[in-house]
Structures are given as C-alpha cells and as structure tokens.
C-alpha cells in the first residue's frame, strides 16, 4: 500500500528553521518527483517546491531564498527545509508525488500543520 | 506567474442536479490542466488531469473540459459525498506550478 507520511514539529518559533520529513512506503522513492504543498488555515494550495534523487530540485521563486528539498533513497525518506519562518508559514504542509514527466500530483499525504508562533 | 482564477467561489446545489465549475488561466495552459477534490479534514485528491482524464477510481460523473485559458469541471449529478472544495492547477508553465482559489460545493 502506497503511503506518504509527513512528520515534524507542530510549533516553530519565529525567524527559526521549519524541518519536516516524509516517509515513503509502497513505492520506489526513485521513480519520482516529490514536492512539498502547503495551505493556510482556510486558505488554498501553495507549491513549494519539489525534489528528485538526482539531487535536481526547483523552488516557487518567491520562497527559493528559504527553501531546500532533499531526497534520501537510503531511508525513503524525503525532507523540507524553511528559513527564517513567520506567522505567514503557518499551514497545513503536504508531501506529494510526480512524475516527472508530468507534474500534476496523484498522490498525497495527510498533512501535517506547522504553527509559527513565539 | 500564471495565475488560476475560479469561480464561483462557492455553490449550493440539490442532490442530482448538475454542477458547472470554472476555471481561468491568465495566459493559456494548453490541455495541461488538473483538478483536485478535498473533502473536508482530507487531503486534496487529484481527480482529472491533462484536463479531460479521469484519474484511477474517479466516478464517472465527473468530468473536465477546456483548453488554453478557459476550463470547467462538471459533475452530472451530485451525490452528498461530491461536498468538497475543488481545485485547479496548471502545470504548464513553471515554476512556479500554481492552483486556483477553489470553489466549495455544498449541498442545498
């Protein structure tokens, strides 16, 4: 059974680092292109970026001074970065696959909610 | 940037009635158009892409339609698990890949 499950701190302070990890299970981490989305409380969706285990990685450009995305075949594991977080990186941030060859997202995880907050 | 803009923002439709949602691209997209569903507490969950194809375990009720700028999603008749807020997303110019805002559907 394919599964994506993001894991992480529920509260990072301000001007901190946010770090989560998605484990991948069911499918080969390789195969794929794995992007970071986040919502806001009662907000839409924000892609962040997405990463390959290449080492290739592209970034929303508005964000790509705080963000890194990394890919770990050897624990399945994918992981975000964000610097310098504030009130406005407070969401619901998702783990979720590509293709590569197409870039919408057929798989999801459940989300996990990160609260900036002092 | 391309920017997605649907409407209506929301939509309050009868059991069995036919829904109409929209979709607009501030420049064109060409077919690359997706459109996700997310139940309330849930994960989106992606039920067309390139437009028109129904993603693996997609009721046939729905169904997309469009190309370059203007897309709409229709669901032939709603069934009160169809409550959700559907999203676009284009994935034809990036980055950034971008999504609309939504529109809710609720049931009347």
């Known amino acids: 059974q394919v599964q994506l499950q993001e894991s992480g701190p529920g509260l990072v302070k301000p001007a901190e680092t946010l770090s989560l990890t998605c484990t991948v299970s069911g499918v080969s981490i390789s195969d794929s292109y794995w992007s970071w989305i986040r919502q806001s409380p009662g907000k839409g969706l924000e892609w962040i970026g997405f990463g390959h285990y290449s080492g290739s990685t592209n970034y929303d450009p508005s964000l790509k001074s705080r963000v890194a995305i990394s890919v770990d075949t050897s624990k399945n594991q994918v992981s975000l970065r964000l610097t310098s977080v504030t009130g406005a990186d407070t969401a619901v941030y998702y783990c979720?696959?590509?293709?590569?060859?197409?870039?919408?997202?057929?798989?999801w995880g459940h989300g996990t909610l990160v609260t900036v907050s002092s | 940037e391309i920017v997605m803009t649907q409407s209506p923002g929301t939509l309050s439709v009868s059991p069995g009635e036919r829904v109409t949602l929209s979709c607009r691209a501030s420049?064109?997209?060409?077919?690359?158009l997706a459109w996700y569903q997310q139940i309330p507490g849930q994960a989106p969950r992606l039920l067309i892409h390139g437009t028109s194809t129904r993603a693996t375990g997609v009721p046939g009720r729905f169904s997309g339609s469009g190309s370059g700028t203007e897309f709409t999603l229709t669901i032939s008749s709603l069934q009160s698990e169809d409550v959700a807020v559907y999203y676009c997303?284009?994935?034809?110019?990036?980055?950034?890949?971008?999504f609309g805002g939504g529109t809710k559907v609720e049931i009347k």
């Open positions: 420049q064109s997209v060409r077919y690359n």
């Open positions: 997303q284009q994935y034809d110019k990036w980055p950034p890949l971008t």
């Open positions: 979720v696959r590509s293709g590569g060859v197409y870039w919408y997202f057929d798989l």
